[in-house]
């Protein structure tokens, strides 16, 4: 299982941070990665991370703005997202999975998901 939390209410130009936490199986066996979903929209990939931390994948719409890492001693993901803009307003979630290089950014590819966690950006 997954858990997300750090969501919540920031102002444009803000910065949140949202962490991914597991239980039981351990996430240092899977590729991880973090999807959002704005309202009456399709669900978009925003990055994803291999287990080994080596290799991170963005999305176009976040690049240079958000940073993804992993505590696999945590068990832990995070999402560092700065110049937070009211486009940005979506449900997050974490997924993980056993996934295939070139199979990073599908959303199916993934098998365990978090519940999400709300971000909203307005002033």
């Known amino acids: 299982q997954l858990s997300e939390s750090g969501g919540g209410l920031v102002q444009p130009g803000g910065s949140l941070t949202l962490s991914c936490v597991g239980s039981?199986?351990?996430?240092?066996?899977?590729?991880m990665a973090w999807f959002r979903q704005a309202p009456g929209k399709e669900r978009e990939f925003v990055g994803a991370?291999?287990?080994?931390?080596?290799?991170?994948y963005y999305g176009s719409s976040v690049k240079g703005r958000f940073t993804i890492s992993r505590d696999n001693a945590k068990n832990t993901m995070y999402l560092q997202m700065n110049s937070l803009r009211p486009e940005d307003t979506a449900t997050y979630s974490c997924?993980?999975?056993?996934?295939?290089?070139?199979?990073?950014?599908?959303?199916?590819?993934?098998?365990?998901w978090g519940q999400g966690t709300q971000v909203t950006v307005s002033s």
């Open positions: 039981g199986n351990t996430l240092r066996s899977y590729e």
């Open positions: 997924a993980a999975g056993l996934v295939v290089l070139s199979g990073m950014r599908d959303e199916s590819n993934y098998y365990y």
């Open positions: 991370i291999r287990r080994s931390g080596g290799s991170i």
